[in-house]
């Protein structure tokens, strides 16, 4: 099975990307993660470029969230909400709607912010977003706080508590990635 | 005035399907202040009515969701409402059917997005009659109300009052053509 791991955050040092990465650790050898690097030439989204052939960044990632099992995407929070271009990567990806690759699509939200609380209100409207496109949204959450202070040198998180949400959240993603596996055969 | 309760039935004999051309199963639920109406355009019943336990079963396809908006046809079938790709059906089935006055009732299970609830619906029955074909129909209007979220049909969006836009209580409305198997 495979999870395509998108981050919310452009910077190359992303705490968000970070957070991918410890998650990757954590999945069973059986699951492959392929992290998204194409979230920056997404072009804005205008109706009137949504048509075939897709601009290329936005076929590409309609491809990959079609090839994936689940979705595992990490957010900051800018100005207490999604990222723009996370945001409008989603907006080209939804239509049309009763087609979209996230419909029914297993996704699990999960943030990262150097503020206090973690990009929890960015994650809480991630969900509504992604539940109003299809998708099935698992309802679990991490919010790394103060983000520049919880990993280490080689990236892990130094936070046991926040290790074993993460954990978790793969592990409600993997249980209805592999439900949804069954439902489809 | 009184209320006469027969639980002998007085249902026309024979075992009856649905006409799904003629038919509606419908629901109707209070949103924004007004009151938003869907249907499903692919629907099945059928009344055994041979012996003295009378059935009567019913499903409906939730990818068959029909509003006015394909958005929002599409919104009904996500997991956020009648989750489709997991639960494809709409169903119920009768345990009891009963003349109560004018009225028939038929109490059983519905089930939405895989949770059986019981339900009684209430509605009216229409004599036979014979059609261009010479096949003998009936008309069966059965309607109930029910709390959406007991099936864990749970979306809403806070009003600027604090207030929920969408309401839990969902009227369902079937009105079936039923026509006698030969």
Redesign the interface.
């Known amino acids: 099975m495979k999870v395509l791991a998108i981050s919310g955050s452009l910077r190359p040092d992303s705490y968000n990307t970070k957070l991918l990465r410890v998650a990757e650790e954590l999945l069973p050898p059986d699951v492959e993660l392929e992290l998204y690097d194409g979230l920056k030439a997404v072009p804005p989204y205008d109706d009137e470029d949504d048509v075939e052939p897709a601009p290329p960044a936005v076929a590409a990632l309609r491809q990959a969230l079609a090839n994936a099992d689940g979705v595992l995407i990490a957010t900051p929070e800018y100005n207490s909400s999604v990222p723009g271009q996370l945001k409008n990567a989603l907006d080209w990806v939804s239509r049309p709607?009763?087609k979209n690759p996230l419909?029914?699509k297993p996704v699990v939200v999960v943030g990262a912010s150097t503020g206090a609380f973690g990009a929890v209100w960015a994650q809480g409207e991630l969900r509504k977003v992604l539940?109003?496109i299809?998708?099935?949204?698992v309802d679990a959450e991490v919010a790394v706080g103060h983000a520049h202070t919880r990993f280490d040198e080689d990236g892990r998180l130094t936070d046991e508590s926040l290790q074993e949400q993460l954990q978790e959240s793969i592990d409600a993603l993997l249980l209805e990635m592999h439900?949804?596996a069954l439902?489809?055969v | 005035m009184s209320t006469t309760t027969d639980t002998q039935t007085a249902l026309p004999v024979g075992t009856w399907t649905l006409d799904p051309i003629h038919s509606t199963i419908g629901f109707e639920v209070d949103y924004l202040g007004g009151t938003f109406r869907g249907q499903f355009r692919e629907t099945e019943a059928r009344l055994v009515a041979e012996g003295d336990s009378p059935v009567l079963t019913g499903s409906a396809k939730v990818a068959s969701v029909d509003v006015k908006d394909e958005n929002l046809n599409a919104h009904l079938q996500s997991p956020d409402f009648f989750d489709a790709e997991r639960y494809p059906e709409l169903s119920f089935e009768s345990s009891e059917i009963a003349n109560e006055g004018e009225e028939v009732v038929v109490r059983g299970g519905i089930t939405i997005r895989g949770v059986e609830k019981p339900v009684e619906l209430r509605g009216t029955i229409s004599e036979p009659i014979t059609d261009y074909t010479g096949r003998e129909r009936i008309g069966l209007r059965l309607e109930t109300t029910v709390d959406r979220t007991e099936f864990g049909v749970d979306w809403n969006a806070p009003l600027p009052d604090g207030n929920q836009a969408l309401q839990n209580d969902v009227s369902l409305a079937a009105e079936l053509y039923l026509v006698k198997e030969a």
């Open positions: 709607l009763m419909r029914n539940s109003a299809g998708a099935r949204v439900t949804r439902v489809l």
